[in-house]
């Protein structure tokens, strides 16, 4: 019993501990949560400031038409200034504030034209990046699906969430390609009225040139106005592609923390589980043996109860012995006072016969000696009817003698039988008992 308790009592210990392991872990679960649902409203106010980008994108692709429109309108210009050239046959000298105009306009298209290569050689290389990213982020959602991420509904939820960063990512790398294509197109029409602007300068001078020189100065201030508005967007289109990267950067660290810490929920919910399934076993186990001590509380119940019947019987047969011993006794006292009448009647008979004696030997004594042998043959009569008496009387003590015994034998020989008979079995149901008291001790001390 005290192996038990202890038993017992270290199966409550690791019971607590593990009920104290469990909060922890739930407080660890907790907290993971907090942090997914940190990460979650991060994630959704990095799509917003996305879609702002976006927005913004599309104000940089209706500024970007509305310049492809006056650029148009300087190209239709520039033809009708052409023609205009070929018309004419008589040249006049380009004036000399004019050509330096044409110069300097010339130089700040170079400028422009190397300012747009070097911002389209950023768009492309950014491009790149991007499409890398997508790959890591492609193969790392791979690698993540093989990796055996137990818990459902936090792998839907990431899973739909790295599918809806994957559409953000292609839509950006959609559009920034549209916006290289785009700006490309924008190099080539300026190429193109580089190469107008330089016919122009070897035409030296024509008739009505001073007229359509300020129409193009004007278009051209018009022109370079446009270019500084549409470089001060470029240049705001790449801080935003900038920080869409930087935010696709965040976002590929937030999920690779992410599954991290996906990783080690799943370690400590299997270690939850393996808890569990401990748990589990030793209740099963206190249960086994609260089972077997309750059925060894039934056996021993019952064996009180036999027990306690036994002692009833046992206390029934001493009384049958006692009844029987007070009727027994009854008896001889019965025999010993008929006995005790007996021998006083033969007394009285004795003294009735002495009497009688006397007065026969008296009237002998008168009658003569004749009568004398009368007298010895009554009194020897009388002398074997007493010895016949005390034969009897013999005898009769004798039997009872022999009955008493006999009887005695015969009790304490059931008795006897009886008391082995109860012995072995209490023996054997104690015997019983030890065994199965050594099993389940056996069986406690060897649980882990």
Not at 101 to 119: C, F, N, P, R, Y
Request: proline share 0%.
């Amino acid at each position: 019993m005290r192996s038990q308790e202890q038993t017992l009592q270290l199966l409550n210990e690791k019971i607590l501990i593990l009920e104290k392991s469990k909060g922890e872990y739930a407080k660890k679960i907790n907290l993971y949560h907090e942090e997914l649902a940190r990460v979650r409203s991060e994630l959704e106010e990095s799509w917003k400031q996305h879609n702002a980008t976006k927005e913004e994108l599309g104000a940089c692709r209706k500024q970007l038409a509305v310049l492809c429109m006056q650029k148009e309108q300087c190209e239709s210009s520039r033809s009708r200034l052409l023609q205009m050239k070929t018309g004419h046959t008589e040249i006049t000298p380009v004036c000399t504030s004019s050509q330096e105009e044409l110069h300097s306009m010339l130089k700040e298209l170079e400028i422009e034209v190397e300012t747009l290569k070097s911002s389209l050689e950023d768009e492309k290389n950014h491009n790149e990046k991007l499409t890398l990213e997508l790959e890591m982020v492609q193969k790392s959602d791979s690698a993540a699906v093989h990796s055996g991420v137990t818990d459902v509904n936090s792998n839907a939820s990431s899973d739909s969430g790295m599918l809806e960063l994957q559409h953000k990512l292609e839509l950006i790398l959609r559009s920034n390609t549209e916006l290289v294509a785009e700006k490309e197109s924008l190099l080539d029409k300026l190429k193109n009225q580089q190469q107008y602007v330089g016919m122009l300068q070897r035409a030296g001078g024509y008739e009505q040139v001073e007229s359509w020189m300020s129409n193009l100065d004007k278009q051209q201030s018009d022109l370079m106005a446009e270019l500084r508005a549409y470089r001060e967007q470029h240049t705001s289109l790449a801080e935003l592609v900038g920080s869409t990267g930087v935010l696709q950067e965040t976002l590929y660290r937030q999920k690779h923390e992410l599954l991290q810490k996906f990783e080690e929920m799943n370690v400590i919910k299997i270690m939850l589980e393996n808890e569990r399934e401990e748990l589990k076993s030793a209740q099963l186990k206190i249960q086994m043996m609260e089972h077997q001590m309750l059925e060894k509380d039934n056996i021993f119940q019952e064996l009180t109860r036999q027990k306690r019947l036994l002692e009833q019987d046992l206390h029934e047969i001493e009384d049958r012995l006692r009844d029987q011993e007070d009727r027994l006794q009854t008896q001889k006292l019965a025999l010993e006072a008929e006995i005790r009448d007996r021998d006083l009647r033969i007394r009285h008979w004795q003294l009735e016969l002495r009497a009688k004696q006397v007065e026969v030997s008296s009237a002998r004594t008168l009658e003569g000696f004749d009568q004398q042998s009368d007298q010895s043959t009554v009194e020897s009569d009388n002398t074997g009817e007493q010895e016949r008496l005390e034969l009897m009387r013999s005898q009769l003590e004798e039997v009872h003698k022999q009955a008493v015994a006999r009887l005695k034998l015969y009790l304490e020989e059931q008795f006897t039988i009886r008391e082995t008979e109860l012995q072995k079995n209490f023996m054997s149901e104690v015997h019983t008992l030890k065994q199965q008291h050594t099993e389940q001790v056996n069986a406690a001390m060897s649980v882990p």
